[in-house]
């Protein structure tokens, strides 16, 4: 972080932080204080400005309002009060209803730990529960809790809760001991001071998945100077025109190395060519870093110095009027190529398994020039992909049916080598970024 932004930035918190931050200022060592909120900051402008409370949930991560996932990594800093440091990733959790921000502590341990989570089957009155929030003088503000229920959405579990008055979204509940019970995610639409909640075993499972994606990164450091990613839906750019290169030694290689962060491999390039860019298109809804390595043949590490992104899930597909109608694995029989009604792991091997889909949309001419990107993703969270384009046709807009041999694309290369795990795999396509159609089936 520059000196500059660090004066800045301590200026502001010195100025709104709550009383309790800088108490008992002259002793040389102070007591770890109670669980508490945390605050970010976007430094993007040519001052600092608040722009939420965040709850501390691990070392190096912190969980705020869904809205903070819009801000660039880059811009924003995290703050307990004495420390501050520089966001490395914003990420939100599969549900889109809460932002994950991580950071690096290796130069200053917070004083706060996390409020422990409330235990899947402890049940507390709600009325002992206090709802708590922060606002950008730096107050800690509690509501009461009055009632609570149950319900289900989207085979989802939440609690709706009667407060006393107003609380933001991304509050934590507490119970009277001092667990988290559960963050607010919504407003209640139907009645006053009303808010949903996801419970603690949700918050629990959407930090994991979440946290899961940088599992193994190296420890977050700056980007190399003169290495850019830019990010159009799905489409990435990754330049690498004015970074000075890491030397080379005897008998090796300079590569920029890709990662998909959930995958079990890597992609490289050679680095060392005429034109330092390539254009990609990546899965939406996956976290990735990508930075030079020196390697003798085909990297096997990850870059210790990288750029990192986060491609948002896309959105449906919905240009030209265009409708999903059944997306499928299928074979040929009798000379068709029918869709399956039950996958199995020896259609997959036998490269007689082709992807095809069925869609309709209107146009009056045909319109090329589309991208196409087929993903698939097996249980262990390993993601797979071809790159090809797209095309709207009138002649055949009614019902456009088309389709793909898996084994042509190399999609089945990798899992035909080191085996097809049993579970729950997930096939997608998506043009120009948006979601075409999508499919679940479960290898037994």
Same mark, same amino acid.
Not at 104 to 115: E, F, L
Not at 128 to 135: K, L, M, N, P
């Given at each position: 972080?520059?000196?500059?932004?660090?004066?800045?930035?301590?200026?502001?918190?010195?100025? %709104?932080?709550?009383?309790?931050?800088?108490? =008992?200022?002259?002793?040389?060592?102070?007591?770890?204080?109670?669980?508490?909120?945390?605050?970010?900051?976007?430094?993007?402008?040519?001052?600092?400005?608040?722009?939420?409370?965040?709850?501390?949930?691990?070392?190096?991560?912190?969980?705020?309002?869904?809205?903070?996932?819009?801000?660039?990594?880059?811009?924003?800093?995290?703050?307990?009060?004495?420390?501050?440091?520089?966001?490395?990733?914003?990420?939100?959790?599969?549900?889109?209803?809460?932002?994950?921000?991580?950071?690096?502590?290796?130069?200053?341990?917070?004083?706060?730990?996390?409020?422990?989570? %409330?235990?899947?089957?402890?049940?507390?009155?709600?009325?002992?529960?206090?709802?708590?929030?922060?606002?950008?003088?730096?107050?800690?503000?509690?509501?009461?809790?009055?009632?609570?229920?149950?319900?289900?959405?989207?085979?989802?579990?939440?609690?709706?809760?009667?407060?006393?008055?107003?609380?933001?979204?991304?509050?934590?509940?507490?119970?009277?001991?001092?667990?988290?019970?559960? @963050?607010?995610?919504?407003?209640?639409?139907?009645?006053?001071?009303?808010?949903?909640?996801?419970?603690?075993?949700?918050?629990?499972?959407?930090?994991?998945?979440?946290?899961?994606?940088?599992?193994?990164?190296?420890?977050?450091?700056?980007?190399?100077?003169?290495?850019?990613?830019?990010?159009?839906?799905?489409?990435?750019?990754?330049?690498?025109?004015?970074?000075?290169?890491? =030397?080379?030694? =005897?008998?090796?290689?300079?590569?920029?190395?890709?990662?998909?962060?959930?995958?079990?491999?890597?992609?490289?390039?050679?680095?060392?060519?005429?034109?330092?860019?390539?254009?990609?298109?990546?899965?939406?809804?996956?976290?990735?870093?990508?930075?030079?390595? @020196?390697?003798?043949?085909?990297?096997?590490?990850?870059?210790?110095?990288?750029?990192?992104?986060?491609?948002?899930?896309?959105?449906?597909?919905?240009?030209?009027?265009?409708?999903?109608?059944?997306?499928?694995?299928?074979?040929?029989?009798?000379?068709?190529?029918?869709?399956?009604?039950?996958?199995?792991?020896?259609? %997959?091997?036998?490269?007689?398994?082709?992807?095809?889909?069925?869609?309709?949309?209107?146009?009056?001419?045909?319109?090329?020039?589309?991208?196409?990107?087929?993903?698939?993703?097996?249980?262990?969270?390993?993601?797979?992909?071809?790159?090809?384009?797209?095309?709207?046709?009138?002649?055949?807009?009614?019902?456009?049916?088309?389709?793909?041999?898996?084994?042509?694309?190399?999609?089945?290369?990798? %899992?035909?080598?080191?085996?097809?795990?049993?579970?729950?795999?997930?096939?997608?396509?998506?043009?120009?970024?948006?979601?075409?159609?999508?499919?679940?089936?479960?290898?037994?």
């Amino acid at each position: 972080m520059k000196k500059a932004l660090s004066l800045l930035l301590m200026l502001a918190v010195l100025m %709104l932080a709550p009383p309790f931050a800088f108490a =008992e200022e002259a002793e040389e060592e102070k007591a770890d204080l109670p669980a508490d909120l945390f605050d970010l900051w976007d430094y993007g402008d040519e001052s600092p400005s608040w722009i939420s409370f965040a709850i501390p949930v691990s070392d190096g991560i912190v969980m705020a309002p869904i809205t903070v996932k819009d801000i660039p990594a880059d811009q924003l800093a995290v703050t307990d009060g004495e420390h501050i440091w520089e966001a490395a990733a914003v990420l939100p959790d599969d549900l889109d209803q809460l932002a994950l921000v991580f950071f690096s502590t290796k130069q200053a341990q917070s004083r706060r730990d996390a409020w422990q989570l %409330l235990s899947w089957g402890d049940s507390v009155p709600a009325s002992s529960c206090t709802v708590r929030f922060g606002d950008s003088l730096g107050s800690r503000i509690n509501r009461g809790v009055l009632a609570s229920e149950e319900i289900h959405m989207n085979g989802q579990r939440f609690l709706l809760l009667d407060l006393t008055d107003p609380a933001p979204v991304g509050s934590p509940v507490l119970t009277g001991d001092g667990r988290m019970a559960g @963050v607010v995610t919504a407003q209640w639409a139907e009645g006053v001071n009303r808010v949903l909640v996801m419970p603690a075993d949700g918050v629990a499972r959407s930090v994991g998945m979440v946290a899961g994606l940088i599992t193994g990164l190296p420890e977050w450091g700056e980007t190399p100077e003169g290495l850019t990613v830019s990010v159009e839906k799905n489409l990435v750019t990754i330049d690498w025109t004015d970074m000075a290169l890491p =030397e080379k030694t =005897e008998g090796s290689d300079v590569y920029m190395v890709l990662v998909d962060t959930g995958n079990d491999y890597l992609t490289s390039f050679t680095a060392e060519r005429d034109v330092r860019r390539v254009t990609l298109l990546l899965t939406p809804g996956r976290f990735y870093i990508v930075g030079p390595v @020196v390697s003798e043949g085909r990297p096997s590490v990850l870059p210790k110095d990288y750029a990192s992104f986060y491609l948002p899930k896309a959105e449906k597909l919905t240009e030209y009027g265009f409708k999903p109608i059944r997306t499928a694995i299928a074979e040929k029989r009798v000379g068709k190529i029918t869709p399956v009604d039950e996958v199995t792991e020896e259609l %997959l091997r036998s490269g007689r398994a082709y992807f095809w889909s069925s869609s309709s949309y209107n146009v009056t001419e045909k319109i090329e020039g589309k991208t196409l990107l087929i993903t698939l993703t097996d249980p262990e969270g390993n993601n797979y992909r071809y790159e090809s384009g797209w095309m709207y046709d009138p002649s055949c807009m009614e019902r456009d049916i088309w389709y793909l041999k898996l084994s042509e694309m190399g999609l089945t290369d990798s %899992l035909n080598e080191k085996g097809w795990p049993k579970g729950v795999y997930r096939m997608a396509y998506y043009v120009d970024g948006d979601l075409g159609g999508e499919l679940e089936f479960r290898l037994k």
